[in-house]
């Protein structure tokens, strides 16, 4: 392998490092889901979205669509956590999640915004 292919494989294999951790940081390690930050990133794009779609529609006269916030906090997750454990907790956490992942569109977002509360974008 020359030097030139060395350098190539080094940094095609930090650019897929990089993507990895990339992808973590916008991710709950838990849930799966986004958390607060990937939220954020995600709603930001999805408005801007909207936002051109309105501009759209605005030329043509159509109606603009509504966006809605749901934030859920878990009742009780620390009772669960003291009478049967963190590990207990943790599952209510990820079946809460997969609920929640779930019950919404494929368009429509969901994170874990910290601790034992949830939003969702709609």
Same mark, same amino acid.
């Given at each position: 392998?020359?030097?030139?292919? /060395? *350098?190539?494989?080094?940094? !095609?294999?930090?650019?897929?490092?990089?993507? #990895?951790?990339?992808?973590?940081?916008?991710? =709950? +390690?838990?849930?799966?889901?986004?958390? %607060?930050?990937? +939220?954020? %990133?995600?709603?930001? /794009?999805? *408005?801007?979205?909207? /936002? @051109? $779609? !309105?501009?759209? #529609?605005?030329?043509? @006269?159509?109606?603009?669509?509504?966006?809605? *916030?749901?934030?859920?906090?878990?009742? =009780?997750?620390?009772?669960?956590?003291?009478?049967?454990?963190?590990? &207990?907790?943790?599952? $209510?956490? @990820? &079946?809460? &999640? %997969?609920?929640?992942? =779930?019950?919404? %569109?494929?368009?429509?977002?969901? $994170?874990?915004?910290?601790?034992?509360?949830?939003?969702?974008?709609?």
């Amino acid at each position: 392998m020359s030097e030139l292919q /060395k *350098l190539r494989h080094l940094v !095609k294999s930090q650019q897929k490092e990089i993507k #990895r951790l990339s992808a973590s940081v916008d991710y =709950d +390690f838990l849930t799966g889901l986004y958390n %607060r930050q990937g +939220f954020v %990133r995600e709603a930001e /794009k999805f *408005l801007n979205e909207l /936002k @051109k $779609a !309105k501009q759209e #529609r605005e030329r043509r @006269k159509i109606s603009f669509g509504n966006f809605s *916030l749901v934030f859920i906090d878990l009742d =009780d997750l620390k009772a669960i956590n003291d009478e049967s454990g963190h590990k &207990a907790g943790d599952n $209510a956490l @990820k &079946a809460a &999640a %997969r609920f929640f992942q =779930d019950s919404i %569109r494929e368009f429509d977002i969901v $994170a874990r915004w910290g601790g034992d509360e949830f939003v969702i974008g709609l």
